[in-house]
């Protein structure tokens, strides 16, 4: 799969800037965006050093583990529509709305230069919208709603070393006032989780891929991130399947060679879920 750049001198709809950071999210349970805990304080936080310690972007792509598709689509609607993909949750969860506007314009371009398989473009897509995976961070980082959004789906039969060879061609979009958002989860395994776990307990296994994956991340290693499955019997338990890891590699392949990461809630949720996020490009 191709890797190289965008030809950035062919947009149109998006100025030139300084470069923006890139954002790796660990999401958790859809409950996060409407109750108080450490991981929504953080998204919001986050959310208020733009426009302050960065410009406010001018378009948020967001990468979910909750979109897979056949081949790679881009959401290219004018108003995307919330998606509540989840049941048996209290009504003020489906009640929550993003009206974030989309970017038609904007993703027709980047559909128009990325390449996936047999080298073809993009495909638009005009029924999706946002997933919680999307809306359920953005919502505390940016609550007004008014950036444009617009989700990249996965095509989940594709390798890793895919993933990753396709993000890597999103990385000049970074100069474009483009906030990537990558939301998924370092570990993922809803068959072991334990209701009542403080954040910090978690199973030994949990333990051992996070703080592995954080070693690669801290080290600059992150073409090992599209190798993850090689850990074996450790790398099966944190993910039965791996739609939560594969985000991190969108995030990790649109990162500049020597960037340093920051984490961010290092901790647990359910026992079974890390919840660590990761802001690389801060300075």
């Not at 008014?146 to 070393?161: G, K, T």
């Not at 290693?221 to 399947?241: C, I, K, T």
């Not at 990461?261 to 290092?266: A, I, W």
Request: proline residues 8%.
């Amino acid at each position: 799969m191709n890797t190289a750049p965008l030809s950035l001198s062919q947009f149109q709809s998006l100025r030139s800037s300084d470069r923006f950071p890139v954002v790796f999210l660990g999401h958790g349970s859809p409950m996060n965006v409407i109750t108080e805990n450490p991981w929504k304080t953080c998204w919001q936080e986050l959310g208020q050093d733009f426009g302050k310690r960065w410009p406010l972007p001018q378009l948020i792509l967001c990468i979910s583990a909750h979109w897979l598709t056949e081949g790679w689509a881009l959401t290219a609607m004018d108003k995307p529509r919330t998606i509540h993909d989840f049941g048996g949750f209290p009504q003020e969860l489906f009640d929550q709305q993003y009206p974030a506007p989309g970017a038609p314009a904007a993703a027709a371009e980047i559909a128009r230069f990325v390449r996936q398989r047999a080298s073809r473009p993009l495909d638009l897509d005009q029924q999706w919208g946002l997933d919680h995976g999307a809306w359920g961070v953005l919502k505390p980082m940016f609550p007004e709603a008014n950036i444009p959004v617009i989700q990249l789906s996965m095509d989940y039969e594709r390798p890793p070393a895919d993933h990753y060879a396709l993000a890597q061609q999103l990385r000049g979009l970074r100069e474009k006032g483009v906030l990537i958002v990558a939301s998924g989860n370092i570990v993922h395994n809803l068959r072991m989780m334990q209701r009542e776990a403080p954040p910090e307990q978690a199973f030994d296994w949990t333990v051992e891929f996070d703080e592995t994956v954080a070693d690669w991340l801290a080290q600059g290693r992150l073409d090992e991130l599209q190798r993850f499955e090689r850990l074996g019997a450790v790398a099966r338990m944190a993910h039965p399947s791996h739609e939560h890891f594969l985000p991190l590699l969108y995030a990790a392949g649109a990162v500049d060679k020597g960037e340093s990461c920051r984490f961010m809630t290092p901790n647990y949720q359910l026992a079974s879920v890390a919840m660590r996020s990761v802001v690389w490009g801060e300075g």
